[in-house]
């Protein structure tokens, strides 16, 4: 188990060595020149090629991708052309903001996905299973900014119930902590500051869990279904148990094991599903920002962007991994691979 | 010897065969799926639709593209059942013209994300070893970047268009094709009569395309399906974003996003083109569903 | 036991959960209070409320005026900063500011400033003649980095004769600036919200000369906090120098919203007061919920140039018989409502009032279709911006659709390439077009800062790669001019040209458009696109 584990991490690398070429070649060979942008309307041409000089972009891209790797291995993803940051601090003050809409997300999804799931599977053919499998076709099927802009112009624009836009009211704003605002106010006990978090967090958390609430429904039941097929569980009926206890007891226990790995792999879905969640929403996180500095061709930010979503992403993959051997004892660690 | 390999080259028509009625015990369980017919039917209205506007483009109520700004920004009526834009060109018409850069888009993005992937995944799996480890590490390294993100990226590097459209969403989904091929072809790969066609020398290639191949041809059709639709929705999203098609074309993500200002004193414009965009991709996934079902006999039963 | 071991399943998940969760809260450390905490309550009992915030489209590029050149930026930092002058409120005239009163020598090289005196930065630091001194030279060469975008523009360059050669402390509250040549426009310049306001020496020594996450200025309001992607706030500057102008409400908050729906929403609402960057359509909207309307003419031009070398344009005939097929008045009216003016010379009227009687080509599309048959012109290759412009609310792309939609009528085919800004500032200079969209906005008011763009040797600012020699020569007279009817006139000249040569096909100017809560007082958005809140109050 342990080398397993090391062999997944030690992996890691060439897949981020390869993330980086990959993003360094789109953005430096083949994206517009930013120096223009950069400077403004005011740009020279010889003001534009001192700017480049001086970024390094007249390097060879050989020299170019050196120095980008050898400052990363010492943790300095260099600084934004447009803002002069630093990249490290520019995506630590969003990735909170991503972070606590993608689990909002997530864990919304994954109780109604469940439960819908379970239900539908449970009285299959019945008006309720019909009526979540459609749901959960919709919810597949709408593109996300769509359904996104429908529910601002119901709940704000027309109800005027709930906030379109942003995180929190800022002069509500926690200061410090985890950047988790629902944490952060709930630690601090300043429940106003948590309501108001709260209100802004549920329309793009609906919107942004409707994709992955489909996908974890259907995984639910199709599971469920076959589960439920099995030898032991219909011993277990013959034998006298109620449907309720059969399910509960045995059949979901066994059907969580594959949507376990739906879960972990959509939250890393999420994260692309941020993208557009956060450009409707005017939600600050890192989705929004870095599709930003894609157009501005910040090329610094969107390689440390990028990287770190790939991080992410693979070592989430390597956790559901282990979840998944953990649940499931019949997979063999040495052949699980590619 | 002769004798021998006459019998086996029996064996594997016999395993050619096999596809065919594949396909047809397919088609007569997808018959029997009523939500898999209507999604079969609105998508024939679809192609219907864009080939007829294509060719006579005249059918339309309205020419899509003709500009009249006194008739700007007209909530729908009898005249514009959709009402029109805010160049005032009418809806209906842009979003029927619409399914021609929807439907094409898609069937191309997938082609080019199936052909490569395909090619890909069965190199890896039929051959194994450190082409296989490069192959599907390369494919890691291209799943574990957001596609959306990849592909605004390459939207952003290669300008906007159709034809970069189809290439950024068709090159972002390579990597899906690559593993289900892979994995299949190593399902396979030890099979009797794949072993056997090695043992009588055929070549690699043939090997690939005459007996693993069409063994695979189902999850890939499946898969192919449900793909459409994901190009589909990730060329709206393109779209909406401001990376879609160039102007004056109409398609269904860049008519959404330019009512984006606009949207609570003109909602019409937002709601039809997204109807028409989850029509389609609903369609989309109902067939793949379908298929999926028909192709599968363990879910047939369900 | 089967339940137990699902329970300890469903645990472990949650367990990854709250993992992902300490990932995102280790980076940041702990112990959290409030924003706005500090400040709430001072001013309870009063009828005004303590708060106004101002929702815009994006963050700021950043608060140090040396560094930025955008105007998300210039509307947070005229709170901060203040420079040696300041427009009118109402023109863009220059008025005492840091500076009480100032002399310019009569070949017009030296300018002296007599400084305010008691004046402190926010930090406390004493402002004084060391304190311009610092704030110029650090963008005067060889200090000057390549990322500062207004330098050259404010303080000139060598290499080209122009701009600040010296800064001279004459005494602590008497500067001295040597200009390397006569410019007219320095004055304006000096009043600036980009590159000339003074900010503290302190500060810029603290921050290693960059300020744009601290700034410190001497401006009525202090800064607070700058949360990324949300939010900037400012509270008020209790030790601010001149009690005539100083802040009435306790704290500004400026949030960036994105959308414009979505800050129309907001603004209707009630989370926000005051919005900007809206177009006409959200108007009645706006007005419906019960909020009002600031609309006042913006310094910008909006236009499409012709490609004066590209061989359809290089003929003036050509170009004026395209202009000739394009109903200006119905396109603006049509695209922008009543929230811009249609153009008719490249200055906005309130700049140049001698512009009202210089005149632009006549729509007349018969007209049109003979001189461009006589011109040969059936096809245009045109390039268009995709992204929002001050100067053009609704993209370059609408725009150029809807001239296309003109000239198909006369049946001349246009090819439009739409790019995204980016790749736009970049396109123009490489590929090859009849014509392209671009626009203007003004950074200091004088005349010279727009007619000075048809006389320029960068293609990104002189897209019609127009090259006249009596303009040029028009231009370099016009910026030595003393402000006066001699300059007046050269000016006039300069649009006289423009409309007569139709370079460009001038569009419209913009309206600074912005939808406020009734309950707020006193706001408005300054011609060069800034929003002093020193004076703007909101009852409760």
């Known amino acids: 188990m342990f080398k397993y584990t090391v062999k997944r991490i030690l992996q890691l690398i060439p897949v981020l060595l390869g993330v980086s070429i990959i993003v360094f070649l789109i953005m430096r060979v083949f994206s517009p020149d930013p120096a223009g942008v950069v400077l403004g309307q005011h740009a020279t041409p010889d003001a534009m090629q001192a700017w480049r000089q001086e970024n390094g972009l007249n390097d060879p891209i050989w020299l170019q991708y050196w120095n980008f790797l050898i400052d990363a291995l010492r943790g300095d993803l260099g600084t934004s052309y447009y803002t002069h940051s630093p990249v490290t601090q520019e995506i630590a003050s969003r990735f909170p903001a991503t972070v606590e809409l993608a689990i909002c997300a997530i864990i919304l999804a994954s109780v109604f996905g469940v439960l819908l799931g379970v239900i539908s599977s449970v009285k299959k053919n019945s008006l309720a299973d019909h009526a979540s499998m459609i749901l959960a076709l919709i919810g597949v099927s709408m593109p996300i900014f769509w359904s996104g802009m429908l529910m601002i112009i119901l709940f704000s624009g027309t109800w005027h119930l709930l906030p379109s836009s942003g995180r929190i009211d800022p002069m509500l704003q926690p200061v410090g902590g985890t950047g988790l605002y629902l944490i952060d106010t709930l630690f601090s006990g300043d429940f106003e500051a948590f309501g108001n978090a709260l209100q802004h967090l549920i329309l793009p958390t609906v919107a942004l869990s409707l994709y992955s609430m489909a996908i974890i429904t259907r995984m639910t039941r199709s599971s469920m279904l076959e589960t439920l097929d099995q030898d032991y569980i219909r011993t277990a009926e013959a034998k006298g148990l109620t449907r309720g206890r059969v399910v509960q007891h045995h059949a979901l226990r066994n059907a969580m094991i594959p949507v376990t790995t739906v879960i972990g792999l959509q939250f890393g879905s999420l994260l692309g599903g941020a993208v557009l969640t956060e450009t409707v929403f005017a939600w600050p996180g890192i989705g929004k920002y870095t599709v930003e500095c894609i157009l501005k061709s910040d090329f610094p930010v969107v390689q440390g962007v990028v990287l770190l979503i790939a991080v992410i992403f693979v070592l989430l993959n390597l956790v559901v991994d282990i979840i998944y051997a953990f649940l499931d004892p019949r997979i063999k660690y040495a052949k699980k691979e590619g | 010897m002769k004798k021998r390999r006459t019998s086996e080259t029996a064996a594997s028509t016999e395993i050619l065969e096999k596809p065919e009625s594949l396909w047809r015990s397919m088609w007569d369980s997808l018959k029997e799926n009523r939500a898999a017919m209507i999604s079969l039917f609105v998508i024939a209205a679809l192609v219907l639709i864009a080939v007829t506007t294509a060719i006579f483009p005249k059918i339309l109520p309205y020419d899509p593209y003709d500009q009249d700004l006194s008739q700007a920004k007209l909530w729908p009526s009898p005249a514009h059942i959709c009402g029109t834009d805010q160049n005032g060109r009418d809806i209906f018409a842009r979003i029927l013209v619409g399914t021609q850069i929807s439907l094409s888009v898609g069937l191309a993005a997938v082609t080019i994300s199936l052909v490569i992937g395909v090619v890909l995944g069965a190199i890896a799996g039929y051959r194994g070893g450190k082409i296989d480890a490069v192959i599907m590490r390369f494919m890691d390294i291209m799943l574990s970047i957001p596609s959306i993100l990849l592909a605004i990226a390459f939207m952003a590097a290669l300008g906007k268009g159709i034809d970069k459209a189809v290439i950024a969403i068709g090159l972002v989904s390579i990597p899906e094709y690559a593993r289900i091929v892979r994995s299949q072809i190593l399902s396979v790969k030890e099979n009797d009569y794949v072993q056997a066609a090695r043992v009588i020398g055929d070549k690699d290639g043939r090997i690939i395309f005459r007996h693993i191949l069409p063994n695979v041809t189902s999850s890939i059709v499946v898969r192919a399906t449900l793909g459409i639709s994901s190009a589909v929705l990730d060329t709206a999203a393109l779209g909406f974003l401001g990376l879609g098609v160039q102007p004056p074309l109409a398609e269904w993500g860049d008519m959404l996003g330019r009512a984006r200002g606009m949207i609570l004193q003109f909602p019409y414009m937002l709601i039809f083109p997204g109807l028409a965009i989850t029509i389609t991709v609903l369609a989309f996934n109902l067939l793949g569903d379908g298929l999926r079902d028909a192709l599968d006999p363990k879910s047939r039963k369900n | ?540």
């Open chain 3, 1 to 540: 036991m089967k339940r137990g071991s699902f329970m300890k399943k469903s645990k472990k998940l949650l367990a990854l959960a709250l993992a992902t969760a300490m990932v995102g809260a280790s980076m940041v450390g702990c112990g959290s209070s409030r924003a706005g905490s500090s400040t709430s309550g001072t001013t309870s009992g009063s009828q005004m409320a303590d708060t106004i915030t101002f929702a815009q489209g994006a963050d700021p590029r950043g608060l140090d005026p040396a560094y930025v050149d955008d105007g998300e930026s210039a509307k947070i930092m005229c709170n901060i900063y203040e420079g040696l002058l300041k427009y009118n409120k109402d023109s863009t005239e220059v008025e005492p500011c840091l500076a009480k009163s100032w002399d310019i020598s009569d070949d017009g090289l030296t300018y002296t400033f007599h400084l305010q005196e008691g004046v402190k930065f926010q930090d406390g630091t004493d402002f004084n003649a060391d304190a311009v001194k610092k704030s110029i030279d650090r963008q005067l060469e060889p200090n000057r980095s390549s990322d500062m975008p207004y330098a050259s523009f404010v303080y000139g360059a060598e290499a080209d004769n122009t701009g600040v050669k010296a800064v001279k402390v004459v005494d602590t509250n008497t500067v001295e600036i040597d200009l390397r040549s006569a410019n007219t426009a320095f004055l304006k310049n000096m009043a600036m919200c980009m590159a000339a306001p003074i900010v503290s020496p302190t500060a810029l020594e603290k921050n290693k000369g960059n300020l744009n996450e601290a700034p410190c200025g001497t401006g009525p309001y202090t800064f607070v906090s700058w949360n990324k992607g949300q939010s900037v706030v400012l509270k008020k500057n209790d030790n601010y120098w001149d009690k005539d102008n100083a802040a009435k409400t306790e704290n500004i908050v400026f949030r960036f919203i994105a959308e414009n729906a979505a800050r129309v929403t907001a603004l209707n609402n009630g989370e926000v007061d005051v919005i900007d960057g809206i177009d006409d359509t959200v108007v009645p909207t706006i007005q419906d919920a019960g909020n009002k309307i600031f609309n006042e003419d913006g310094m910008t031009i909006n236009y499409m140039a012709y490609n004066t070398k590209s061989d359809t344009f290089k003929n003036a005939a050509a170009r004026k018989a395209v202009n000739e097929a394009i109903n200006v008045p119905e396109l603006v009216k049509a695209l922008y409502g009543d929230y811009a003016s249609v153009a008719n010379s490249v200055m906005p009227t309130f700049m140049a009032p001698y512009d009202t009687d210089i005149q632009q080509t006549q729509y007349d599309p018969e007209k049109a279709k003979t001189d461009l048959a006589a011109a040969g012109v059936t096809k245009i290759k045109m390039l268009t911006y995709t992204n929002p412009r001050p100067y053009n609310t609704k993209g370059g792309q609408q725009l150029a659709e809807t001239i296309k939609g003109y000239l198909d009528k006369v049946g001349v085919d246009c090819e439009i390439d739409a790019y995204d800004w980016t790749t736009y500032k970049q396109k123009i200079e490489t590929e090859s077009y009849d014509v392209a969209f671009y626009g203007w906005t003004g950074d200091n008011g004088d005349p010279d800062n727009f007619m000075n763009l048809l006389a320029d040797k960068t293609v990104s600012m002189n897209i019609a790669r127009y090259d006249d020699f009596t303009y040029r020569a028009l231009i370099q007279k016009g910026i030595a001019t003393k402000d006066g009817a001699d300059r007046d006139a050269v000016y006039k000249q300069c649009e006289q040209m423009v409309a007569d040569q139709n370079v460009w096909l001038l569009i419209s100017h913009s309206k600074n458009l912005c939808g406020y809560n009734s309950k707020v007082q006193g706001f408005y958005y300054h011609q060069t696109g800034i929003t002093p809140f020193a004076g703007v109050t909101k009852t409760k």
